[in-house]
């Protein structure tokens, strides 16, 4: 869960990739054949009947395993899922988007699903502007120069940064707990007793003993988080095992265990985004159109809609959804994410 304070690729290993790409489709997904498109630009499984086909797409250091719904021609969305979770989080909405003409794609974030580096020594970094950056990446690899961009979690936070940093690619926003672009320095302060708790995993992360523990219960742990962050939600087995399967990724446990010792200080993140994190540091206003959304029984750590709305700048609405809806806002009310997703195009207009 977020935490929350203010190349090209080598010939050799194009084949490798495609590969391993299309092994890691059936894995996610038991399909048993796939088909690889020319040159390993693109390959497709077969992905869970909820979905359809999962595509896979050279963008940046990555191989994305993504997919689409809607026509070619229409407004595109890009919604982003966060941690513990996968695009399965986007499986009531995608359809809801597509029906209305939007153009809907669904990424696997670095270390989750299908989404593989393109190279060995790419450092599985996980620092915010890594995984922006990857969203700009992918965007360029299709051909989309503007999109509207949401999200919940690591994903929110994804999208507030390529919203702050790339607004002329970004049409419109969707943010599940608002405001979610923080520091290093700023993660370094202390918060109170209370509050510190909710992060346990975070301290656990900092511990070569979480590592490996995470590394040897990533189901069970990843189950548990489920139930404390939307604590009302009464998902079944094969909800979560669907999800469960894209953390069977190589990359998955690096990259979660980088991300949480990233935001305190405790690992390293890679020099050419240097610049990228300065700007972030200064908490930069979201000027585009934005609609931030929240739970009403999140469980998650999460700030209060008053600490953040002077953070957007633009045409702005904030909506509260009852009804006992916890951390995974778009799983939990496909629906009302999905208005909130037109709403925000309206908001474009």
Known sequence: MTKITPQTINPDRRAFVCGAAVIAATVLTGAAQAESGAAGRKTTSQAPEIFGPIRQIDAGVLNIGYVEMGPEAGTPILL?????YDIHAFAEVAPLLAKKGYRVIVPHLRGHGTTLFRLDATPRNAQQAAL?????????ALGIKKAIVAGFDWGARTADIMAVLW????????SVSGYLIGSQAGNAKPLP?????????QFYFATERGKAGYAANTNAFNKQSWQLASPKWSFDD???DRSAAAFANPDHVEIVIHNYRWQLGLADGEPQYDPLEAKLAAAPAITIPAITMEGDANGAPHPQPEQYR???TGPYAHRLITGGIGHNLPQEAPAAFAQAVFDAAKLAR
Request: with cysteine; hydrophobic share 55%; net charge negative.
């Open 80 to 84: 982003f899922h966060g941690w513990p």
């Open 132 to 140: 922006a950056a990857d969203g700009i990446a992918l965007m360029d």
């Open 167 to 174: 607004p002329e690619r970004c049409a419109a926003l969707v």
């Open 193 to 201: 007793p209370a509050a510190e708790l909710q992060w346990w995993y």
């Open 238 to 240: 094969a909800t979560f």
């Open 310 to 312: 002077a953070k957007f």
